[in-house]
Each structure stands twice: as C-alpha cells, then as structure tokens.
T-cell receptor
Framework: KQEVTQIPAALSVPEGENLVLNCSFTDSAIYNLQWFRQDPGKGLTSLLLIQSSQREQTSGRLNASLDKSSGRSTLYIAASQPGDSATYLCAVENTGTASKLTFGTGTRLQVTL | SAVISQKPSRDICQRGTSLTIQCQVDSQVTMMFWYRQQPGQSLTLIATANQGSEATYESGFVIDKFPISRPNLTFSTLTVSNLSPEDSSIYLC???????????FGDGTRLSIL
C-alpha cells in the first residue's frame, strides 16, 4: 500500500527566502506525482504534475523534482512571498490505479513580512 | 483547466439525516472522484464515480453510506447518509481528462453535524 509523507509538517520563513518542501513515497511504481496548494477554507489548486519519466517540472517560481528510484520529490519555491502562505500537498498516482491519488500529510507554509 | 462547481459550499445537518453534494463540470471529463478530508487530515479517496454505472468504492467506504450518481460526463452527486458527528469533514470532487493531465478539484463542501 502506498504511503506518502511530507516533511516538515509546518514551516515559517521570512519573505524573499528560497525554500524546499519534501515528499517521500514508499512504492516507487508510480505513474505520476502532483503538487497542490490548499488555502484555508478552499479546495486544492494544482501546481505541477511530473510524469514518472520526467525528472523535473517548472512553473514560474516553482520547481518540482522527482527521483522515483529513491521515492522522493521536492518542491522548490524561489523568492517566497506572503501570498505563498498555504498548505502544500503532494499526491502520487500508482501505475494501474487509473488516476487514483494517494495524498501526503501536507506542509503548512507561512511566509512572513 | 476544467471549471468545477460544487454545491453546497457548507452545511450544518442534524444526526440521522442525509446530505447530497453536487459536482458540476463545465466540460466533459472522463474521470470524476470523491474525496474526504477529515479535520486536520489529508485527503482520502472515497470512490470513483463511473458514468452510467455503479461507483467504485475504496476500502472502508460502502455504497449504503455514500451513494454516488453520475448520470453524464459533466455531473455527479455524493450523498452522505445517516449522518453522525464522525462525518464532519470536507468533501471534495475532482476530475481528470486522462492520466497525462493534472487532476483538478472543486472548492469542497464543509459539513458539520450537530
């Protein structure tokens, strides 16, 4: 059974810092990995999708990497802003599971002025 | 990306009653899913909503408690039956066109049980 863990559970950084969020998964037979953000009282917003054959994806100040063999992904946020404050979730889709996502525990990020 | 409308956005219900949540997508999608997010927890998949046939439920979730309909490729409902305080959660629908595309979520329904 796939298990997804995110470290740290919470993180507070001053504005302008670069930061890295970590995601690990126990079963390397994944089809893809997706990063989301969740704002308080809101649903999930898709940030980046990495297919199992890819090593990284970039969107603006966000860069996500994937090392399938070691069961790890990182989300790098450059030049953090207060608007980046949210909970970040990673989710993996295993091969043979038809788009079913297994979610991690989330990292709650606060970017302070 | 698909625009997903989920209703109601929140509700407070009495024990023993039922609540039906609607999920409407602005375009046809192949896959629709229902998730539950309990307080302080991450998301857990309840079931895959299959168009024109019975939903596929994950371990720990049963049709009698969580009946799901999906009459077409743009609409689905989730009913949470015989409500108890343990059902207080956020319920979210998500859609995906195919496995190469990101999965997108509605804003969720916040359910509280008195």
């Amino acid at each position: 059974k796939q298990e997804v863990t995110q470290i740290p559970a919470a993180l507070s950084v001053p504005e302008g810092e670069n930061l890295v969020l970590n995601c690990s998964f126990t079963d390397s037979a994944i089809y893809n990995l997706q990063w989301f953000r969740q704002d308080p009282g809101k649903g999930l917003t898709s940030l980046l999708l990495i297919q199992s054959s890819q090593r990284e994806q970039t969107s603006g100040r966000l860069n996500a990497s994937l090392d399938k063999s070691s069961g790890r992904s990182t989300l790098y946020i450059a030049a953090s802003q207060p608007g980046d404050s949210a909970t970040y979730l990673c989710a993996v889709e295993n091969t043979g599971t038809a788009s079913k996502l297994t979610f991690g525990t989330g990292t709650r990020l606060q970017v302070t002025l | 990306s698909a625009v997903i409308s989920q209703k109601p956005s929140r509700d407070i219900c009495q024990r023993g009653t039922s609540l039906t949540i609607q999920c409407q997508v602005d375009s046809q999608v192949t896959m629709m899913f229902w998730y539950r997010q309990q307080p302080g927890q991450s998301l857990t998949l309840i079931a895959t909503a299959n168009q024109g046939s019975e939903a596929t439920y994950e371990s720990g979730f049963v049709i009698d408690k969580f009946p799901i309909s999906r009459p077409n490729l743009t609409f689905s409902t989730l009913t949470v039956s015989n409500l108890s305080p343990e059902d207080s959660s956020i319920y979210l629908c998500s859609v995906a066109r195919d496995r190469s595309q990101p999965q997108h979520f509605g804003d969720g329904t916040r359910l509280s049980i008195l």
